[in-house]
């Protein structure tokens, strides 16, 4: 295999081992409800074309 999906599999296994982390080091100071909220606040978006 050439050394860039080396590189991009390092990154994967990086990224997935930070979450886990990051989840510990909140679940101690935030409560689990609203740590998760903050999760999927981050990640949804303004619809540019609303359903309703």
């Known amino acids: ?3 860039k999906y080396y ?3 390092f990154s994967v296994v990086l990224i997935w081992s930070v ?5 510990k080091i ?5 409560p689990p ?4 909220m903050v999760r999927f606040l981050l990640i949804l ?3 540019s ?4």
């Not at 979450?19 to 989840?23: E, G, S, V, Y």
């Not at 909140?26 to 935030?30: F, K, Q, R, T």
């Not at 409800?33 to 998760?36: D, E, K, P, R």
């Open 1 to 3: 295999m050439h050394t």
């Open 7 to 9: 590189l991009i599999l």
């Open 19 to 23: 979450n886990f982390l990051a989840i």
């Open 26 to 30: 909140g679940l101690n100071d935030v």
């Open 33 to 36: 409800l609203i740590l998760g």
């Open 45 to 47: 978006k303004n619809p």
């Open 49 to 52: 074309n609303p359903i309703i």
